[in-house]
């Protein structure tokens, strides 16, 4: 018998080469004037913006730009609508990396309010968003965060008391997501490394989830066998267009897989360290990848009981290290030695790289909430996970 489950609601989907071809025809079903959100560099400077452009102009499409640098803080998202609550805006959008969606994704979701971004954030916020929102598009532009498929907004404030929290509600789903892989090829390999290992930790994360079950298993497994073909060879030849692909899909299946099973210890500690200090998410998630697994593995093993999480964590090896006839044991360890094999050939920085200090380690441990991990990690295995990547 099928276990009972449920599917949060997903975007209209296009994926596949050329598929950004579609984007001008796609935005006149809403209208003739957007928001149109994206990068201060990568996309502006290419040889596609120029042809969407034009295009633009042959369509009669008008477009207020606006650029993303880093993370969307509150004060970007509300100078945004201020600047565009008196435009006839029919959509927006965002053309991008997962900063730049998550920055449209909350444009679509505050335009024509008066209040700030910041009332209705989980957490910080004392309010309930509505889901209200102007037609949006999302267009990936590197292959990390799956924000195309997912109903949330991350928005950061950094420094001391500083945050990362979402804007979240099932309205504000993108209605059409262009998933074009062709446009993640001009990604350097820095970034491509940084935002696959993001794409992967969801993955996996989502994989080993308490709140996981058989539809985010099907997609967590075919985007991670995705991951095991193409992420490495993806960040050394950037232009193999099936290593591209091959990582648009798992990055799209990671955010169909968040959004219905949650995820565990890394991106509890990246929401609370990126907050602090700014560094780029997918560094922090990639750069602890092995290590939380492997303090993930030892808690699971030292505690009692049959735990369904080691069974995956076997499966996890099975499909990293094609072996017959190991033991689960073997699997277990093997996969994690691919993990640490990966942190040095994507050559992921330590955090004390970005300026964090074995004295903050306390704090971020004491401040971080962890969801869904398959096991429950105490301050002290999470201070174990950090220090081992500093």
């Known amino acids: 018998m099928v276990e009972p489950f449920h599917l949060a609601r997903l975007p209209i989907i296009h994926f596949g080469k050329r598929k950004r071809e579609l984007l001008p025809d796609l935005i006149k079903r809403y209208g003739s004037e957007i928001i149109l959100v994206t990068g201060k560099r990568s996309f502006v400077d290419s040889p596609e913006a120029e042809k969407l452009f034009r295009t633009f102009k042959t369509k009669s499409i008008r477009y207020h730009h606006v650029t993303v640098t880093g993370e969307p803080s509150p ?36 335009l024509y309010k008066d209040d700030s971004v910041r009332d209705y954030l989980e957490v910080v916020g004392n309010r309930e968003h509505p889901g209200s929102k102007v037609p949006f598009i999302a267009v990936p532009t590197t292959s990390g965060t799956g924000s195309e498929a997912t109903k949330n907004a991350v928005i950061s404030q950094v420094g001391i008391g500083g945050f990362k929290r979402s ?36 993955l996996v994360e989502a994989y080993l989830s308490e709140k996981s079950g058989i539809m985010t298993d099907s997609f967590a497994t075919e985007g991670i066998m995705a991951v095991k073909r193409s992420l490495v060879r993806s960040c050394s030849y950037g232009d193999d267009i099936g290593a591209r692909s091959d990582m648009s899909f798992a990055a ?3 955010g169909i897989c968040l959004a219905n099973a949650g995820l565990g210890a890394v991106h509890g500690i990246a929401g609370t360290m990126g907050g602090m200090f700014g560094i780029p998410h997918g560094i922090i998630c990639g750069t602890l990848m092995a290590a939380a697994n492997e303090v993930n593995v030892k808690a ?39 993990l640490n094999e990966m942190t040095i050939q994507l050559q ?33 295995d999470l201070a174990e996970i950090i220090c081992r990547r500093m």
């Open 75 to 110: 004060s970007l998202i509300d100078d945004t609508v201020k600047r565009f609550n008196d435009q006839p805006v029919a959509a927006t959008v965002a053309i991008g990396g997962g900063s730049v969606v998550d920055a449209g994704k909350a444009i679509s979701a505050m």
């Open 300 to 338: 699971l093993r030292s505690s009692s009981g049959n735990h369904s999480a080691l069974t995956k964590y076997a499966s996890l090896g099975k499909i990293f290290c094609e072996e017959d006839d190991k033991s689960d044991e073997w699997y277990i360890d093997a996969f994690l030695n691919r």
């Open 252 to 254: 799209l299946m990671s």
């Open 167 to 202: 804007l979240r509600h099932d309205n504000l789903v993108p209605d059409i997501a262009v998933v074009d892989p062709e446009l993640t090829m001009n990604c350097p390999p820095d970034i491509t490394a940084s935002a696959g290992m993001d794409c992967f930790t969801q």
């Open 348 to 380: 992921l920085p330590g955090l004390g790289s970005y300026g964090l200090a074995t004295e903050d380690i306390t704090l971020i441990c004491d401040t971080t909430d962890i969801k869904n991990n398959p096991v429950r990690l105490t301050p002290e």
